[in-house]
């Protein structure tokens, strides 16, 4: 996981590469019409009205140009000789300073990365920018193939089987490699990973290895064949690289992101062991060198891009093993270049299969290999550590396994495995899944909803569950006709209006757009963050 921080303080749990995204038309219009132009984490606008030229020297390369955060006093002696930068600005709110460069060399690349990791007291916050890339908005979310909101017995039992030993095991085989940072020629993480998966591969799947422009290091990809090939595929990701700021050839990575690796790993195990089927195709990622740029993501997600792959969900695993005195078991899910739907539906999985036990959280800054995907449309999430006070030894020589909370982690495994279930349908449940899926919807009586027209001309949706159930919170969402087993879009939250009548009340925050025959669901969260009550109706005209 990439993070930065201020110059002057450590800010709280900054995840992953520059958080600069481009501009809402293609790079190359924007560098011809306006010099380079992105916007920041806060939606403030920078331009660089000169024109500017990639063109020339050895270290130019015409199709990128790359974005970082270094310190907003000054450069270190090292980065300012990176060549070919081109722009630089300060950004007062965070303290820091961002670098356009063009055409770094790998030796540059890894020079820089280093030097901001080291200048900020965090990591270097890279990230490289194809020019003829353009940030795509959101769709339509696919529905899962089961509910998120039903529990089932049948993936309970499958998550019973993580097993904690088996994720300590492979976190130290991927630390005792010394380093995995992606330019080292004397380590392949690569051969490691592809060594701990291939024997766990079920029948008919397939692995893989990846190159890409900017590391000698590979990605590793599974693919599991669905029972309906032409449907959409669910992925799940890590990455296989690491880094120390201070000396890349003793980079341990135990919790970044040897953690994420394992629970692919043991998620992997247990489908091959149970013989478990899925509806749709299924992917494990284990990305390469994204600690200097999201480089394996970026390029197999631009590659599913190009190809017109239908991909239904991503969930990210990166940095889930730390726990502060072992007193904070929360999992976190991620808001940040997230997909709201899907954070919707883990918090569903987390209410069902965790107890609860979860939190949102955003990000003041940066990101993870997820953003790769959700930057250019596809639906993707991220589950992480405690983002306010993440691993206090990541980056460094002394992230190893003793300091990785494996009770956590095993957490974090079952959320992703509870994700494939739901998202990618198992197929042993799916019976079971359709009962309780009625049974859930035929509570008409159990959730009162009502609409109420604002004098803005927008409308307001209300619910109103019985008081016993102790709710404290409640989502909507609109669902689309024909894929009612999840959340599509405009995930929304409602506040706590009132008790009266032994009841609770909740209306939705914000002015809604309605029209008859749209079908909208309120879900409504205990105490605990537990799920206590959902139902989903069909708006119709007076």
């Known amino acids: 996981m990439i993070l930065h921080a201020s110059n002057y303080s450590r800010l709280p749990a900054l995840l992953v590469c520059a958080f600069l995204g481009v501009s809402s038309v293609p790079l190359t219009q924007s560098f011809a019409r306006h010099g380079i132009g992105f916007w920041s984490a806060d939606g403030r606008d920078f331009y660089f009205n000169s024109r500017i030229s990639l063109g020339g020297g050895d270290n130019s390369n015409s199709n990128t140009v790359m974005v970082s955060y270094i310190p907003g006093s000054g450069f270190s002696n090292s980065v300012k000789s990176t060549p070919n930068m081109i722009a630089y600005f300060t950004d ?166 040897a953690s994420g690796i394992a629970a692919l790993t043991e998620i992997l195990r247990l489908v091959k062991s149970s013989g478990a089927t899925f ?19 970026k390029g197999l997600a631009a590659a599913a891009l190009a190809k017109s792959q239908k991909i239904s969900s991503m969930l990210q695993l990166d940095m889930i093993g730390y726990s502060a005195n072992g007193t904070d078991q929360a999992v976190y899910i991620i808001t940040t270049d997230t997909s709201p739907v899907l954070v919707r539906h883990l918090k569903d999985l987390a209410s069902g299969y965790l107890g609860g036990n979860w939190k949102e959280a955003s990000l003041p800054a940066g990101t993870s290999d997820h953003r790769s995907w959700s930057e250019i449309g596809f639906h993707a999430s991220f589950a992480f550590e405690n983002p306010l006070n993440y691993s206090a030894y990541y980056h460094s020589a002394q992230d190893k396994s003793e300091h990785v909370d494996f009770g956590l982690a095993t957490k974090f495994t079952k959320l992703a495995l509870a994700f494939l279930a739901h998202e990618a349908g198992l197929q042993s449940v799916a019976s079971e899944a359709s009962s309780k899926w009625s049974d859930q919807t035929g509570t008409k009586d159990f959730v009162k909803m009502a609409v109420s027209r604002r004098s803005t001309g927008g409308y307001r949706i209300a619910a109103a569950v019985p008081q016993s159930l102790g709710a404290q919170a409640a989502e909507l969402c609109k669902v689309i006709s024909g894929q009612e087993l999840g959340c599509q879009s405009l995930v929304t939250t409602a506040d706590l209006a009132k008790n009266q009548n032994q009841r609770t009340f909740f209306v939705s925050t914000d002015d809604l757009l309605l029209a008859t025959g749209d079908l909208w669901r309120f879900h409504v969260y205990g105490p605990s963050g537990s799920l206590v009550a959902v139902r989903t109706v069909k708006l119709k005209s007076d």
């Open 92 to 257: 007062f709110k965070l303290g820091l300073g961002r670098a356009v460069i063009a055409g770094v060399s790998p030796e540059g690349l890894d020079r820089l990365a280093i030097d901001a990791h080291r200048d900020i007291h965090a990591c270097g916050a890279i990230e490289i920018l194809q020019l003829n890339q353009t940030r795509a908005s959101l769709g339509d979310a696919d529905s899962p193939k089961i509910p998120t909101s039903v529990i089932l017995p049948g993936v309970d039992a499958l998550l019973d089987g993580v097993s904690s030993v088996n994720l300590k095991a492979t976190v130290t085989t991927l630390e005792q490699l010394g380093t995995r940072f992606h330019s080292n020629p004397s380590v392949n993480a690569t051969d490691t990973v592809e060594g701990l998966w291939r024997p766990l591969l079920p029948n008919g799947a397939t692995l893989t290895r990846e190159s890409h422009t900017g590391s000698i290091q590979q990605s590793v990809i599974v693919k599991i064949p669905g029972s309906d090939t032409s449907a959409s595929t669910v992925i799940l990701g890590a990455h296989l690289d690491s880094i120390n700021s201070l000396d890349t050839s003793i980079a341990p990575g135990a919790d970044d992101d």
């Open 279 to 297: 509806s749709r195709n299924i992917e494990f990622h284990a990305y390469a060198a994204e600690e200097v740029g999201l480089i394996g993501s």
